[in-house]
């Protein structure tokens, strides 16, 4: 996908409907004390915390780099956020293996694939960026499409 056709309206649904819950879960986890049996079970509170600043934190920081107006920046904040979510999401499925064994495998697997798919597009944002300089062209002057 051409760097010029990466706007909020391109993105899958799935994407900010998963980053959005995954803000709720992230806030419910480090202000309401709500965490993950698995998580609670096998890290300590500070390491706990850490994973939900990363679970929430992350997701919303890349879902603010969907909607901000300014591209550059928008596009390092997805970046960003993406890169963050992603982690928490492959720590989350280390935790359900490590607690659970193979009870949790869909969950784990699922968690798994989430990593995997924020990893995919941030590899995507950043070959777009990429094409953008080598035509030597300013990030921010990318004319945004819709």
């Excluded at 509170?45 to 934190?57: E, K, P, S």
């Excluded at 603010?64 to 720590?91: H, N, P, W, Y």
């Amino acid at each position: 996908m051409p760097y010029t056709a990466i706007t909020h309206d391109s993105r899958h649904p799935f994407e900010t409907y998963i980053l959005a819950a995954a803000v709720i879960g992230g806030t419910f986890a480090v202000f309401g004390n709500l965490w993950p049996m698995s998580i609670a079970a096998v890290f300590p509170f500070w390491a706990q915390t850490v994973w939900g600043i990363f679970f929430g934190g992350g997701a919303g920081i890349a879902l603010l780099g969907i909607a901000i107006k300014r591209r550059d920046l928008g596009v390092f904040m997805e970046q960003i956020g993406l890169v963050a979510f992603a982690g928490a999401c492959s720590t989350y499925a280390a935790a359900l293996f490590t607690y659970n064994r193979f009870e949790s495998f869909t969950v784990a697997m699922l968690m798994i694939l989430l990593a995997c798919a924020s990893i995919t597009q941030y590899v995507r944002l950043e070959k777009a960026v990429r094409a953008v300089i080598k035509r030597g062209q300013a990030i921010s002057r990318v004319r945004r499409n819709g």
